[in-house]
């Protein structure tokens, strides 16, 4: 099946207002700018973003919520200044999570795996319910992240995470061949294989379109029967 296609507008526009979106990348490497433009001026809402951090205000991420599309984040580091104004004033909500656990809930969504047990946030307001999540328009804490299960397991408390399911991802590639295998370059692979197993929807931007064989099997670094799209990064050459 050949996943790739000239028409952006038209991959971005299956994705409606409300929806579960995870973004690849770590800081800019290998964050799929591209993708979120075009969601930007396909003109969603009301989104909830799973990704690593934020990102800067003029693109990715932070376009999101600088323009008031992002309605919840999930991640790690959400410290951009337009959306730390918008959750402190109640038009937006936070569920933080420490980065290695995001990372292994996402992983374990693609696994199949429902959910695990780690000790990362254990005796910590991100566990035992007392971390808010939403504030009203003066900035007090209205609603606060469920308090997590424990369980002690060979002597040590542990909690239970559940697997980080989305309905979409946008991941960033160096190189992509017409079934969606994909090869990442470097640092830029990051969160991005990630993404893309834990999501109904993987939307892929690439640097570089290739024909299928070019990709040495070794040098797959995620198969494209995670990948439902191909598109071209701003820029590249096809």
């Known amino acids: 099946m050949d996943k790739f296609t000239d028409d952006i507008g038209s991959v971005v526009a299956q994705i409606p207002d ?16 591209t993708l979120c433009d075009a969601l930007c001026e396909a003109d969603r809402r009301d989104l909830t973003i799973v990704s690593n951090n934020i990102g800067g205000e003029d693109r990715g991420g932070g376009r999101l919520a600088r323009e008031g599309r992002v309605r919840k984040f999930v991640g790690s ?10 959750l402190m004033t109640g038009r937006a909500e936070i569920e933080l999570l420490p980065q290695g656990t995001m990372v292994e809930r996402l992983r374990a969504a693609g696994a199949g795996i ?6 990362t946030s254990v005796k910590t307001s991100l566990a035992d319910g007392t971390y808010p999540s939403r504030y009203d328009a003066d900035g007090h804490p209205v609603a606060f992240m469920a308090p997590k299960e424990t369980r002690e397991i060979d002597g040590r408390l542990m909690v239970l995470e559940y697997a980080l399911h989305v309905d ?3 991941v960033k590639a160096h190189r992509a061949d017409r079934l969606g295998n994909l090869q990442f370059r470097l640092a830029a692979r990051n969160f991005n294989p990630a993404v893309a197993m834990a999501a109904k929807v993987a939307i892929v931007e690439t640097e570089e379109f290739v024909e299928v064989g070019d990709i ?9 029967l995670f990948v439902d799209h191909v598109v071209l990064s701003e820029g590249a050459a096809r």
Do not use: M, R
């Not at 409300?18 to 700018?33: E, N, Q, R, S, V």
């Not at 580091?77 to 918008?86: D, G, H, L, N, R």
């Not at 429902?114 to 000790?119: I, N, R």
């Not at 040495?216 to 494209?224: F, K, N, S």
């Open 114 to 119: 429902g959910a695990f047990y780690t000790a």
């Open 18 to 33: 409300g929806a579960t979106l995870a973004i690849g990348g770590f800081g800019y490497a290998g964050l799929p700018l």
């Open 77 to 86: 580091f959400p410290i951009a200044p337009v959306f730390t104004e918008q």
């Open 216 to 224: 040495e099997p070794d040098d797959v670094h995620l198969p494209g």
């Open 168 to 170: 979409f991802a946008f």
